[in-house]
């Protein structure tokens, strides 16, 4: 098939895209390359794709624009009749969304609004697309199911996404686009983003800097490792979004509609607390944490748990990695890497 992945210098839309490279999919990436966080880790992921695809002679090709330029986007899709858009770009971070909301409303408004334009007018047969668990926000209802209603976010990030999922349902009722949504539950691994905590915490423990633990550890995450989150992608790609025939308005059920639209959770299903992840870090470094214990952060909700149900049902895929393997590949990676860049440069 041929796929659009945008976001794919970012985290997941790296790996995304080298999986459908690996299976021999023709791939066009698009990221506008940001400097949110450490561009160099973005051309790194970005020069892996080119040798990946080089190495397999695969149909890729990167484009570096911007999703909220509309015309770069439509542009995009007049050059190629995409089958399937994996839409991973975003202004991501729940703590940058409370200093530079604008960002959010260029990146995850006007550029999700560019994409779903682009999407109706070449009828492209399936949009899947990046939501977050942050939407569940206030509710505290364990686990977080897609059943259930998430009208009150704690975040501005969490309200673009939340507003994705409605702009998502809009079109596929107006244009029959078939859209899924998939909230993902923090995920974490190789080639993972620096502002994220997994890699503040492995930075600091190696240079013997005290980290940062809020709520004193005591919150709990549905910690979700990069592969199963693209096994889940992958899947819910290839299989378009149907109307539900059971749908009804008397009772409306938020994670399927009489159009073709669906929203899917892609965690672990088995929370642990931060002070646990932190545990596994420190035996995966073979060294010990300086732990500066602190309240919880303003925004942040005290507990993650993902009821995949759904996803399982649709794809017959569950995520199923543990903390302690996954922190153990992120570790064995970021060795590797940071140790190579350090011949050129000092790790960010």
């Known amino acids: 098939m041929k796929v659009l992945v ?4 970012g985290f997941i839309g790296f790996h995304v895209a080298r999986r459908l490279i690996e299976r021999g999919d023709t791939v066009v990436g698009l990221d506008v390359v940001n400097d949110y966080y450490d561009p160099a880790l973005k051309e790194a992921r970005l020069a892996v794709l080119d040798e990946l695809a080089s190495r397999q002679g695969a149909d890729y090709r990167f484009i570096r624009a911007d999703i909220a330029d509309h015309e770069a986007v439509d542009r ?3 050059e190629t009749k995409f089958d399937r858009v994996i839409h991973l770009a975003a202004q991501a971070g729940v703590r940058y969304s409370l200093e530079n909301p604008r960002a959010y409303v260029s990146s995850n408004l006007a550029g999700f609004t560019n994409i779903l334009e682009a999407c109706r007018a070449h ?3 399936h949009l899947t697309y990046a939501s977050t668990s942050s939407v569940y926000g206030a509710n505290t209802k364990m686990p977080f199911s897609e059943h259930d209603g998430v009208n009150h976010p704690l975040q501005f ?6 507003a994705n999922e409605l702009m998502a349902h809009s079109y596929s009722h107006l244009f029959g686009l078939p859209t899924t949504g998939l909230r993902f539950f923090t995920v974490y691994g190789p080639w993972g983003r620096p502002d994220m905590a997994l890699f503040k915490f492995t930075r600091n423990i190696i240079e ?8 004193h550890g005591n919150h709990t995450r549905d910690f979700t490792y990069i592969d199963d989150i693209v096994e889940g992608v992958v899947r819910a790609s290839d299989r378009p979004a149907t109307p539900n025939p059971d749908w009804t308005a008397a009772a409306p059920d938020p994670a399927t509609s009489n159009a073709p639209f669906r929203l899917y959770n892609i965690g672990n299903s088995a929370p642990v607390t ?3 992840y932190i545990d ?3 035996s995966a470094l073979g060294k010990q944490a ?3 214990l602190l309240p919880l952060q303003p925004g942040d909700v005290p507990d993650t748990f993902s009821d995949t149900t759904e996803l399982t049902n649709a794809t017959g895929y569950a995520p199923k990695t543990t903390v302690e393997e996954g922190i153990s590949r992120f570790v064995e990676w970021y060795r590797m890497f940071y140790d190579g860049l350090s011949q050129t440069e000092p790790a960010p």
């Open 76 to 78: 995009t899709f007049a």
């Open 123 to 125: 009828q492209i047969a």
């Open 208 to 215: 013997g800097k005290p980290i940062d633990v809020f709520n």
């Open 274 to 276: 931060l002070g646990a």
């Open 290 to 292: 300086i732990r500066n």
């Open 157 to 162: 990030y969490a309200a673009t996404k939340r």
């Open 6 to 9: 945008t976001g794919s210098a």
């Open 280 to 282: 596994a870090l420190e």
